[in-house]
């Protein structure tokens, strides 16, 4: 019999937080919507799992591995067997080795062994819609033959986008034996979508909205979280649409959640539900190859640029990312040891990625998968920034650029999730 129970717990940093996700320094002034990490356990003869939703950027291994460990002390779950996601929202905090981070550890294991705690006997049902209107790839083809990301809207050089999206809406669906819900867990490719105060306001972005819409929906409260699905060259702008939706009181922060959640809802209602269905956890840790350092010419200039910045002159965007990018290769060094995991719940398989997997690798690990459903949830157990494809190397463009990881790595990463998916399928 399956038993499963799902928690929730605020994770809101406190004001004058660094905030993540632009090239420029902020910190949090205001509240708009509070961030929340979100937690499922299921359990089946004897085994059990977890998923750890997170309403941040991303974060580091060393924390997620610090969050695990102190979930392996307070129940029977080995860091093996649970799985923790940060969604990317852009007005979260930064995390690193302050005291808020290591609450943040603390905050995630407490609300796992809380959903660990509150398990009952229950039902597993999941299933998959599909919503075209809202993501775009970012990456376009331009009349000179080069590939940019994000070129402008109306672009006149735009000729067409060099990759594809991934309109799936994956869900998967606890409810008790009384046909109450428990917890759902939906999986869409889409990086984010702004808010107005992305300044200076904390905000879960259109994933937070996501689970109120879908709970008002139902009409009844449960733990409802939207992960993030492999979108490292997705967003939601439409460069050949020509124009950008209003957003000024978060209306399309609104609808873009209310169209997932309302395909969430419709996969919900044509699931199949059963309290027999067996539950499986694989990992691996895997060493990826780092791009080179940079040139030293290229330190210099990105030096200057940041002094400029600092100074309070104006710099522009595009330069701002490259001093960012620069800096930070030049102080990484060696390989990057991450981990790739798997969970099962019948026939439905989460994949994990540990960073920002672009699209055509998540859809070649659901192309490969042997299971009947499988939802990639991306910068899970770690946070490594982009993880491109190889061709998207060739084409160059900024998350190429940006990556710390060499051409190849990503397709690494594809082969090792299919092969975990193979050894929990048997």
């Known amino acids: 019999m399956l038993t499963a129970g799902a928690a929730r717990l605020d994770i809101t940093p406190p004001l004058g937080t660094p905030l993540r996700g632009f090239f420029t320094e902020r910190r949090a002034t205001a509240v708009h919507d509070p961030l929340h990490v979100r937690a499922f ?9 977890a998923v750890a939703v997170c309403d941040l950027v991303s974060c580091a291994r060393t924390y997620l591995d610090r969050a695990k460990a102190l979930i392996a002390e307070s129940t029977p779950l080995s860091p093996d067997r649970v799985l923790i996601a940060c969604t990317h929202t852009h007005t979260g905090p930064e995390t690193g080795d302050d005291t808020y981070t290591a609450w943040l550890s603390q905050r995630i294991a407490d609300a796992v062994r809380l959903a660990w705690e509150r398990r009952e006997p229950a039902e597993a049902g999941w299933g998959a819609g599909e919503e075209h209107r809202v993501a775009f790839n970012r990456r376009y083809r331009m009349k000179d033959g080069s590939v940019r990301t994000n070129p402008g809207l109306a672009n006149p050089d735009v000729v067409e986008p060099v990759g594809p999206i991934d309109p799936e809406v994956g869900l998967l669906c606890l409810r008790a034996s009384d046909g109450h819900a428990i917890g759902v867990l939906a999986n869409h490719a889409l990086h984010y979508v702004g808010t107005p105060d992305a300044q200076h306001a904390i ?9 109120t819409l879908l709970q008002r929906m139902r009409g009844e409260e449960f733990v409802a979280a939207l992960s993030n699905g492999a979108s490292g060259d997705i967003n939601n702008i439409d460069v050949l649409g020509g124009a950008r939706p209003k957003n000024d009181r978060y209306q399309h922060t609104e609808r873009v959640a209310a169209l997932i959640a309302a395909q969430a809802l419709w996969a919900w209602h044509g699931a199949t539900f059963s309290g027999e269905a067996p539950v499986g956890a694989a990992m691996r840790e895997v060493t990826l190859r780092r791009r080179p ?8 200039r990105a030096r200057e640029i940041d002094a400029r910045v600092a100074a309070g002159e104006s710099v522009l965007m595009g330069d701002r990312s490259f001093a960012r990018r ?8 060696g390989a990057i040891s991450t981990w790739v995991q798997a969970l099962r719940i019948g026939d439905l398989a989460l994949v994990s990625a540990p960073g920002e997997l672009f699209v055509e690798l998540g859809l070649e690990i659901k192309r490969r998968s042997p299971f009947g459903q499988t939802m990639v949830i991306e910068l899970a157990n770690d946070g490594i920034g982009y993880i491109p494809t190889r061709r998207a190397f060739e084409e160059g463009a900024y998350e190429p650029e940006a990556s710390a990881l060499q051409p190849g790595e990503g397709e690494r990463v594809v082969e090792t999730a299919v092969a975990l998916l193979e050894e929990l399928h048997g």
């Open 41 to 49: 356990a299921v359990e089946h003869g004897g085994a059990g799992i």
């Open 203 to 211: 905000s879960a972005d259109y994933f937070g909205c996501f689970a």
């Open 293 to 300: 350092p940079p040139t030293q010419e290229d330190v210099a």
């Open 326 to 333: 620069v800096l930070r290769r030049n102080e990484e060094s």
